[in-house]
């Protein structure tokens, strides 16, 4: 039940054409089946309904978690897939790129399952994982015309992405995400996109400036951007940044520090002017895997589903679920539909407790679990503080690279915290120090204090947080009152992890010792 698609299959030709011959290939044969039936034996003004895709699940659904209120509702596959591609597909493109994306999503969702099975269902409904919204009768079309159909590798489902627009060249996975190296998610030239007008966008360098501070970059005075570093596709590996420290940055965590819908891709050139920055580039979007504006495209020129993901997923098959391992599959048993989850979304907005948290796939620790920690840190030193840092989002990162990227802090930091938002490492990292809700509560403890502390010493800060995360403020050991206070450089830039570690020991006695003689921690200079 499975068919080869062959990047040759990606130049043009007419479904006609294609249909002739694919005969020997029996899932070709069940999509042109199903497009025949759908074309012919349904008259045009009977629309596909949600109950006529429910009879095309087969039985399989997926559980979804709501980041609203919480609530569990188990949705039939199709209508899923039927819902998802009215949030994320183009309302009026012709059907072959309908068609396509439907695939690509349903091989997402059912590569995905697992996301949430800590929560207690597979998916979240907001854009962590994929938003549904109402299906609409192009939507239904498509996810009926390809019921069943996903893409393999290997034999195993295959691991997919799509974004708005690549420009004219789509991007590695490994390029954008380090580590995420599949072999179809490659560079490609995309003919369809290549005359798209140049965008611009305008940045003053103060206004950059402030942006990459937010993320943890420190010095006095931007004085230029200048791209370091392409990647094969052309694209923005690494800027350099003068006058800064660290004084580098990946093009990717650049775009997502200024902002990704002013900087729209990484494809892009940039040039001073004066005080400002102007960039010029391609496209919308990471560019990996389908283009969906692309894709819109080739359908239009009378492309088939199959050829425009034979050009955007090259040497995955398309298969039939009926034919991949059960293992594979769905394989979890849905509760009853609309059962209130106990505190279970992954991603908890804020206005529920004030508090969202994002873990990783396979994280050791729920979000809800983290959410409770966070909640509880926050409750208990808001309190002694008599101050409030909500709301906050705490991402829980998976790897120590990854936390390094966000943070732009050496490896021996565990924890993060920056205006409104928490970076922690990996979970068994932060065990071997002092353990995840140490951490959480140091990093909320920064934040509480932050506000009122702004344009202090660093020392002053950090020895705050540290005196009132700790489980019972600390007495002044003897001694402190001879420690010197540590410089922000110490605190910042240190050179090692002991060199950090007594520096922020020191910050922790000059705050004990001050808070002793000026007895308002808000006082402590
Ligand atoms: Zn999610
Ligand atoms: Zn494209």
Redesign the pocket.
Known sequence: MIAALCPKDAVTKTDQARRTRSSRSIVSFFVFFVTFVVQTSVPAQTEIGEPDLAAASAGRAIRIGSTVDGRITVIPLEVYVSRVLAGEGEPRAAEGAQQALAIAIRTYTLKNVDRHGRDGFDLCDSTHCQVPRPSTPSSRRAAMATAGQVLTYGGEIAEVFYSA??????ERAGDVWPGADYPYLIVRK?D??EDDPEWTADFTLRGVQAALARVGFEGERLENVRVDARTTSGRVARLHLSGLRPDVIGGNEFRLAVGAVNLRSTAFSVDRDGESLRFTGH?FGH?VGM?V???G?RAMRGESARAILAQYYPGLDLTLLSAVTPSAVLTSSPPRAGVPAPAAAAVVPPGTTGIAVVVPRTSPVSASELERMAVRAHADLARTLGTSALPITIRLHDTLDAFRMATNRPWWVSEVADGTRIDLAPVAVLEQRGGLEASVRMAVAELLVAGALGGRPVWVRVGAARYFSEAGPSAPRPGAARTPCPSDAELTLAVSAPAQREAEARAQACFAREIERVRDWRAVR
Request: hydrophobic share 20%; glycine share 32%.
């Open positions: 627009s690549c420009g004219g060249r789509s995309d369809v996109c496209g560019g283009c504006i692309g894709a495209r």
